[in-house]
């Protein structure tokens, strides 16, 4: 009843002023995610605020933030939104324009090996954002567009007004163009495959309704898929609606009525709640054991023959892979596949009969593709799903989007706030109106940046076309913390070396702004007045984001500091369209509103939302993907060359590419443990999953939230208790984890959850070395200071950060301190030690 009573309740909501609070009633006992609810505050005094972990109101006194509660509307809110006061009053806030000292002294010519030992001169603004402009006129005028790479891809902070990456584009394409990317770090081999095998990025698309999938599946596979684990955020203000499904799924597994099967080589967060089954697979195999599921589905003919026939293309090109009859002569039975990825054949067999004879929903999560081939496991699923039959059907087929941001909510249709533009206004130009780029592409695969500046003009294949390298000298990275996101620790030190400028504008002072010569110092999205989305797909309504306090130290936002800078080049009003923060809220308030009133979503005129903090609509209709692909494939034709599910892509095969061929096949890694390559020497594969406790490396800088899940002040190091035996290591020691690329400290979490031969350390650590020397150890526990930069094939270039084995050991002797937290060292432009008051 509580969830019918829900649903009804808020199709209500329209129908009255769609802005009265929910009762309290409302408010169900959260056993996923953090065990309670927030109590309903007294809403005087309160202001209202969003974030990717989710809707609150917070209660500011005297201009100090002291206390944030959950939006009532949440039923399942974070424990993440607790770090929120910790992200405002963080000793690593960037509290001034910042120099780097001997860019100070020498600015192009700097000595670049003492970029990271984090010494800073303390600027005026005029004076850093003059030094910034004087650099982009240098780069334009000395080399042309290729030596600008303007980097912004990835989770900005929420808002649709001061979206750091907008701003930050618009600005530098006012002045100059430069060398955009392609594709990002989560999703960038399957959001390249997809449009070739199902003809979309499938990857941030809406998946099938959750009612759909719980009324009509027998048998859902979670396959490297940890959605009570990840959906704690959203791309934007997350709802948590789906956690209400999961508590679903949850009763209907434990009646018997589901059988969810979660594939992983660990027990994850999903595995456990669910009290499902776990289907441990050798990692990095999936592919081995998918074909062993083909080749039963063909050889036992399980398969749909008429739905293959109809619906796809290249079957008659796969299938005599599978069974052995192409050059090299090995059939992909289950026997085969037994010896790598670790699975009986007979289980393989029955977990393939099991998904043929029962209405079979496949979940895939994103790590999967985040390694060595990422490609091949998501085009296999696919073709699992198709032989199946299942597409389009509710409660069948496939999804590669269900563990993020709430997709399977029912969508309301109504419209979502517009963002401040990114893109040149109609009819402008740049002031260096400069198209050269001497040859190399203006565009590049994402993951590649560091190739450019290591191996400068060298050509690459990506995605059907060649890319050429260009070694840019200028890097500003906007509200973009690269020194999380990116493989490779001591290969970027030595990259970074290769750089004249490096521009960061953030909140906090992460490794990105260590490693830079120019830091400017953005508010947080506390500190400013914005508008948001409630819901990335549900589309369940509009949050007002409320100035909670003015913006500490000498911090600006991200409109401020951009503006300020075309002023330089008296391009301010074009910039801003002669608009403030406040006209943009309320111009795009009211487009959002115009456009909701066509469709019978009511929305208040802008001083009363404003006021209220929200506006919600009503759920929508339950919706099945691919069903129209299924009702007409030649009406509904899918987006592949050929319109039809691509089992086999011509089009891929043109390309030649020896790591990504015309259908999907198994290929080594590297390096892969578990009797893999390498593994000899470097037994263990390291996990670095999206984690638990924070939004990549956001919240990592809130001391109250470290201090619920570090180990002796260290990020964990999950691990298996045969490999902390072997070791002689304990829960709660610190350990060493190495290999050929780098060392990192971490503390040991002993727990049944990992095998044999697997950790874990969630990525978005922060980066703390000893020193800006390479191959320095890391003190706090950054997994991407061992994982590999090599891309994921010739087709996507995307990041293989899974690809990654290495040893440990227990630390003996005194540890060195922590180094990844805090502000930077204040120095005197000789280098002495700056004055306190020049610390603020």
Not at 433 to 445: A, Q, T
């Amino acid at each position: 009843m509580k969830n019918t009573n829900r649903r009804n309740f808020l199709k209500s909501l329209a129908a009255l002023t769609g802005t009265a609070l929910l009762p309290t009633s409302l408010l169900a006992d959260n056993s996923i995610v953090t065990g309670k609810t927030g109590k309903k505050p007294d809403l005087s005094g309160w202001k209202m605020s969003g974030a990717h972990w989710g809707a609150f109101r917070a209660n500011v006194q005297g201009d100090k933030l002291v206390e944030v509660q959950p939006f009532e509307f949440d039923q399942f809110p974070t424990d993440i939104l607790q770090g929120v006061p910790g992200i405002i009053y963080s000793p690593s806030r960037v509290r001034y324009p910042m120099i780097r000292v001997d860019w100070y002294k020498n600015r192009h010519k700097s000595d670049t090996t003492q970029r990271g030992d984090n010494r800073f001169v303390r600027v005026g603004w005029d004076a850093a954002l003059d030094m910034v402009y004087e650099e982009l006129e240098r780069i334009q005028n000395d080399y042309g567009p290729w030596a600008l790479h303007t980097a912004n891809v990835g989770w900005r902070s929420v808002g649709q007004i001061h979206s750091c990456g907008n701003h930050m584009l618009r600005a530098v394409a006012m002045h100059g163009r430069s060398v955009g990317t392609a594709g990002d770090y989560s999703t960038g081999a399957g959001q390249v495959i997809m449009p070739y095998v199902l003809g979309s990025t499938e990857v941030y698309s809406q998946g099938t309704s959750w009612p759909l999938i719980l009324d009509n599946s027998k048998v859902i596979v979670m396959w490297a898929n940890d959605p009570v684990k990840n959906l704690q955020v959203g791309w934007n203000t997350e709802t948590h609606e789906s956690y209400e499904y999961l508590e679903q799924l949850r009763e209907k597994v434990k009646n018997k009525e589901i059988e969810v099967i979660c594939i992983d080589p660990v027990k994850s967060k999903t595995q456990n709640y669910l009290d499902c089954t776990h289907q441990y697979v050798n990692p990095h195999t999936d592919v081995a054991f998918m074909l062993a599921i083909a080749h039963t589905l063909y050889t036992e003919k399980l398969y749909d023959k008429k739905f293959i026939d109809v619906y796809t293309l290249g079957f008659e090109e796969f299938i005599p892979y599978v069974m052995g009859k192409t050059e090299d002569k090995i059939e992909r039975t289950p026997e085969w596949a037994e010896k790598i990825c670790g699975i009986k054949a007979d289980r393989i067999r029955e977990l393939t009969r099991k998904m043929a004879k029962n209405r079979t929903q496949l979940i895939f999560g994103w790590a999967i593709q985040r390694q060595q081939h990422g490609e091949q496991p998501y085009w296999m699923g696919a073709i699992i799903a198709a032989m199946l039959g299942q597409f389009g059907q509710p409660g069948g087929g496939i999804s590669y989007s269900h563990h993020y941001s709430s997709s399977g909510v029912p969508a309301s249709g109504a419209s979502m706030p517009g963002a401040f533009p990114l893109n040149l206004d109609v009819g402008r130009k740049p002031k260096h109106d400069n198209e050269d780029y001497n040859g190399y592409s203006s565009v590049i695969p994402v993951a590649r940046a560091i190739d450019c500046l290591l191996e400068p003009g060298k050509k690459i294949d990506f995605n059907g076309h060649e890319v050429t390298l260009p070694p840019y000298k200028m890097g500003i990275f906007s509200g973009c913390n690269q020194w999380h996101r990116h493989q490779q620790r001591n290969r970027m030190k030595e990259a970074y070396r290769k750089v004249e400028t490096v521009v960061a504008v953030d909140y906090n002072w992460t490794a990105t702004c260590r490693f830079a010569d120019i830091v400017l110092p953005a508010c947080t999205p506390y500190e400013r007045n914005d508008i948001d989305a409630y819901g990335t797909y549900s589309n369940r309504g509009v949050i007002a984001m409320h100035k909670l306090i003015d913006p500490l130290y000498h911090s600006k936002s991200d409109f401020d500091i951009w503006y300020e800078l075309t002023k330089r080049m008296n391009r301010e009003i074009e910039y801003s369209r002669n608009m403030n923060e406040m006209q943009w809220i309320e111009q795009i308030y009211e487009e959002c509103r115009a456009d909701n009133l066509k469709k019978d979503f009511f929305m208040p005129e802008f001083a009363e939302f404003w006021k209220k903090g929200y506006v919600l609509f009503p759920e929508g209709e339950n919706w099945t993907r691919h069903a129209d692909f299924l009702e007409d494939p030649e009406v509904n034709a899918l987006g592949t060359p050929s319109g039809f599910i691509e089992i086999s892509s011509r089009k891929i095969a043109s390309y030649g590419y020896d790591d990504c061929k015309g259908h999907p096949t198994w290929m080594e890694k590297i390096e892969r443990s578990h009797g893999g390559p390498g593994s000899d020497k470097h037994p263990l594969w390291l996990q670095s999953v999206h984690p638990d406790t924070r939004l990549h490396s956001q919240t990592c800088e809130s001391e109250e939230r470290r201090a619920t899940y570090t180990v002796q002040g260290r990020e964990p190091c999950y691990m298996g208790p045969e490999d902390a035996k072997a070791r002689g290591i304990k829960d709660g020691d610190i350990v060493r984890v190495f290999n050929d690329r780098g060392q990192l400290l971490a503390g040991a979490v002993v727990s049944d959850n990992f095998p044999p031969g697997i950790i874990r350390i969630q990525e978005g650590a922060w980066y703390g070395p000893t020193g800006p020397e390479i191959g320095a150890l890391d003190t706090y526990g950054d997994p991407n200071t061992l994982t590999i930069d090599i891309g994921t094939s010739s087709l996507a270039q995307a990041p293989s950060a899974n690809t990654c084995i290495v040893e440990m050991e227990k630390f003996v002797g005194k540890a060195p301190a922590v180094t990844a937290f805090g502000g930077p060292k204040y120095v005197n432009p000789d280098g002495s030690i700056a004055a306190l008051s020049q610390m603020g």
